[in-house]
């Protein structure tokens, strides 16, 4: 990775111009776009849908899996073409494959203006200005997060539902994953800071906030004196006008008793739980480094059903682990069974750079991956639909984030579960909270009426 710093332009744009940002990957990435989009509304650049017409195209990039990095390369690809066809428009790239690969990017890429990694989103202006002046591409990748944390500018996606990160970066080391070379180590953002985000959240009329981290269960661990979750969660709780409180991504380590409690507590706080099991079989489990047994887990399963019945647990598996044994495979499959998800994020195992699991022997073969995942996806839908099924009849408090993609003249909003459910209503529902009961349920989705 490089790290050469290049000197801030002062030099604000009068002119407007026009950015257009694809963003792949998690909550953290999409959460990040908006940042970007608030830093380059400071040097005039509004955001526009028609990328042919942009003055500048960012690309946002997720290394978690290879096809996700491929994704990349062929997006560019296409990129190009747009820009010869429209001279003195801009390529920049970030996210985390900038991270990783920073100037190779250039080497490989040389028609992309500026590569910006994760770790120093609050330069992007200063690189597009510098790299418009100078008619050069321009890579800054910084190791790590700058030691006081910068408040970034911000241009949100909705006005109804807010991301608002709380620790940056992942301190485990799971054999498979990437995120803590890209993402650096675990850094919390003070307490009173975010309390105070939150705050002018809720005075613009926000409903919702989805507290972001790689593990947001680790939040104030490293701060002084040190803080948990659930103390954010009832700071955040006392603000009347937010209505709901969301978190992601949980470690199932460091998810506390107390944090439980703060969501029974605390109104607002939704009963969901997103806990990332990885996989059903202690083996494997070891060999991911995951810290964690079955039946450690299934102990914090209890510890969230004991204390709230009703809540929504979800989860990430990967199949075709080097070395998954058909018997460990099967595991997994029973576990998602018993432990009743409401859904599961399951994804073939991809070997990626940096990782000890890589080049370990035991490779699945493809085919052997996406079969496992084929059948891991079939029982999953089974048992989402069967949870699914027990809201039919009953009634849920919805908030309405919108229209319904596929059927644009319904509404679609979010049970406290975060389950989806679309209905017949009109437009000045949007944003608001409402009573429906729900009358059919798939495994994804339910309608529900007024
Ligand atoms: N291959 C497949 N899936 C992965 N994930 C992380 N790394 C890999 C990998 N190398 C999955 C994990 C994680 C989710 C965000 O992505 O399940 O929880
Ligand atoms: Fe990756 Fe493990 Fe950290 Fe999650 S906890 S981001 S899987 S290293």
Request: glycine share 6%; with cysteine; proline share 4%.
């Amino acid at each position: 990775m490089s790290a050469t710093y290049i000197a801030a332009t002062p030099d604000k744009a009068t002119e407007k111009k026009s950015v257009y940002i694809e963003t792949f990957g998690c909550q953290m990435n999409k959460s990040d776009s908006e940042h970007m989009l608030g830093l380059l509304d400071d040097i005039g650049y509004a955001q526009i849908d028609d990328i042919k017409q942009a003055d500048l195209m960012i690309l946002n990039t997720c290394a978690i899996r290879e096809s996700a990095e491929d994704k990349v390369f062929s997006y560019l690809g296409a990129w190009k073409k747009i820009k010869d066809k429209r001279p003195g428009a801009m390529i920049a790239v970030g996210g985390c494959v900038a991270q990783d690969e920073g100037s190779n990017l250039l080497k490989r890429l040389p028609y992309v203006d500026v590569v910006f990694g994760t770790h120093n989103l609050h330069r992007l202006p200063d690189l597009v200005l510098k790299a418009k002046a100078s008619a050069e591409s321009i890579c800054e990748v910084f190791q790590e997060l700058p030691e006081d944390l910068p408040e970034i500018p911000v241009i949100r996606q909705s006005d109804i539902s807010a991301w608002v990160s709380v620790i940056y970066g992942c301190d485990y080391n799971c054999t498979y994953c990437i995120v803590p070379f890209v993402r650096g180590r675990e850094k919390s953002r003070s307490a009173d800071v975010i309390v105070e985000e939150v705050q002018g959240l809720a005075d613009g009329g926000y409903k919702e906030v989805t507290l972001l981290g790689q593990n947001v269960t680790a939040y104030g661990h490293d701060l002084e004196p040190k803080l948990h979750l659930g103390t954010l969660i009832e700071r955040i709780g006392k603000i009347d006008q937010i209505k709901r409180i969301r978190f992601l991504t949980g470690h199932p380590r460091d998810l506390k008793v107390e944090d439980i409690d703060a969501v029974k507590h605390v109104e607002s706080a939704c009963e969901y739980f997103h806990l990332p099991i990885q996989s059903g079989d202690n083996r494997t489990l070891r060999r991911m480094a995951r810290g964690y047994t079955v039946d450690f887990y299934k102990r914090v399963i209890e510890q969230i059903r004991e204390r709230i019945p009703d809540a929504a647990i979800t989860s990430d598996i990967i199949v075709g682990f080097p070395g998954e044994t058909e018997q460990e495979f099967m595991n997994s499959i029973n576990l998602i069974e018993e432990l009743r998800f409401d859904a599961v994020n399951t994804a073939a195992y991809s070997p990626r750079p940096h990782t000890p699991a890589s080049d370990w022997e035991g490779q699945l073969p493809e085919a052997e991956k996406f079969e496992r995942l084929r059948f891991m996806n079939s029982v999953v839908t089974d048992v989402a639909h069967k949870i699914n099924k027990n809201y039919v009849g009953k009634r849920a408090e919805i908030l309405v984030e919108g229209r319904s993609d596929r059927h644009p003249e319904r509404l679609m909003g979010r049970t406290r579960t975060n389950k989806i459910v679309n209905f017949d209503g009109d437009a000045s529902m949007i944003g608001r909270l409402i009573d429906v009961e729900i009358v059919t349920a798939n495994p994804w989705a339910m309608r529900g009426k007024l």
